[in-house]
């Protein structure tokens, strides 16, 4: 099976080359930084360009993990936020249906309510996945935490590494509460939706807990010796649950909050396990 991953060195895109790569023969495409040397270069933005690479490579699978996932750097840069989370989800789709590939979109929450730039870049990347031809999966998670082989991106769990590593303030804040989405269970999924042919599903990925960034940082950093301090920021995201039911209706991996943060921190005992190259 040879797979097409694009946003291989991102955060959740570097993850899931690594996971995959294990069981399946993974072309990694990457723009910006370059964390493996057998990563291809690819602006997604280049309709021309994405249709040389399917056409070279001749995947069966596509998976899109390539977007930016910063909802205030959407909303400073909607247009490219456009072009780069939803025009190139487009172009992609179309030259998927022309090849006969499927697609794996890495999609969000903040498609199922979607009120701000970033929401509505993934709502509508989802339909446009929709329309693929040879079959598609829709994968929604929540706030990702996990170890990948990129530390470099500021996403949260790597924010918590800096404050393991570089002793930098860990003060989370207490008011957002959210599902938490485990990286290594996205990957899990990932495997057995090609494994077990299932095809044109929408699925949230997440734990049925409702959690804050306090909540997380503490209960990892804990059991480090490192003492987080609460606050509150008056977040006033709205809470969105997920329907977790397609996981169990589809026979996929569920797993509680609690067992989330033992595989997590096991991870950073075991990190140098994540290394590319």
């Known amino acids: 099976m040879k797979i097409l991953l694009t946003g291989a060195s991102s955060y959740v895109g570097a993850r899931l080359y690594l996971d995959l790569s294990r069981d399946f023969e993974?072309?990694?495409?990457?723009?910006?930084?370059?964390?493996?040397?057998?990563?291809?270069?690819?602006?997604?933005?280049?309709?021309?360009?994405?249709?040389?690479?399917?056409?070279?490579?001749?995947?069966?699978?596509?998976?899109?993990?390539?977007?930016?996932?910063?909802?205030?750097?959407?909303?400073?840069?909607?247009?490219?936020?456009?072009?780069?989370?939803?025009?190139?989800?487009?172009?992609?789709?179309?030259?998927?249906?022309?090849?006969?590939?499927?697609?794996i979109l890495i999609s969000s929450y903040a498609a199922i309510?979607?009120?701000?730039?970033?929401?509505?870049?993934?709502?509508?990347?989802?339909?446009?996945?929709?329309?693929?031809?040879?079959?598609?999966?829709?994968?929604?998670?929540?706030?990702?935490?996990g170890m990948s082989p990129n530390t470099i991106n500021d996403r949260p769990f790597n924010r918590i590494l800096k404050n393991l590593d570089q002793g930098t303030k860990a003060e989370y804040d207490t008011?957002?509460?959210?599902?938490?989405?485990?990286?290594?269970?996205i990957s899990e999924v990932i495997r057995?939706?090609?494994?077990?042919?299932?095809?044109?599903?929408?699925?949230?990925?997440?734990?049925?807990?409702?959690?804050?960034?306090?909540?997380?940082?503490?209960?990892?950093?804990?059991?480090?010796g490192v003492s987080v301090v609460p606050f509150d920021a008056h977040d006033t995201t709205p809470i969105i649950e997920?329907?977790?039911?397609?996981l169990k209706k589809l026979k996929l991996p569920q797993y509680s909050y609690r067992e989330i943060i033992d595989k997590i921190v096991q991870e950073i005992k075991d990190r140098e396990s994540f290394n590319l190259d």
Do not use: M
């Open 26 to 103: 993974v072309i990694g495409t990457c723009h910006s930084t370059k964390l493996s040397s057998s990563f291809v270069e690819l602006d997604i933005t280049d309709a021309a360009a994405l249709e040389d690479i399917v056409r070279q490579f001749q995947p069966e699978i596509i998976i899109h993990a390539a977007a930016n996932a910063n909802a205030r750097w959407c909303e400073a840069n909607p247009e490219l936020a456009i072009s780069l989370n939803q025009t190139a989800t487009q172009n992609l789709v179309s030259v998927a249906n022309k090849h006969k590939e499927k697609i």
């Open 113 to 145: 309510n979607p009120i701000n730039v970033y929401g509505k870049t993934k709502a509508q990347s989802e339909e446009y996945v929709e329309s693929t031809s040879a079959g598609f999966a829709v994968l929604r998670p929540s706030l990702i935490i």
């Open 175 to 185: 008011s957002w509460k959210f599902q938490p989405s485990h990286l290594g269970h």
């Open 192 to 224: 057995i939706i090609i494994q077990k042919e299932i095809w044109n599903e929408i699925i949230s990925i997440a734990v049925q807990e409702l959690k804050s960034r306090f909540d997380i940082a503490s209960d990892i950093l804990s059991q480090f």
């Open 242 to 246: 997920g329907d977790l039911g397609r």
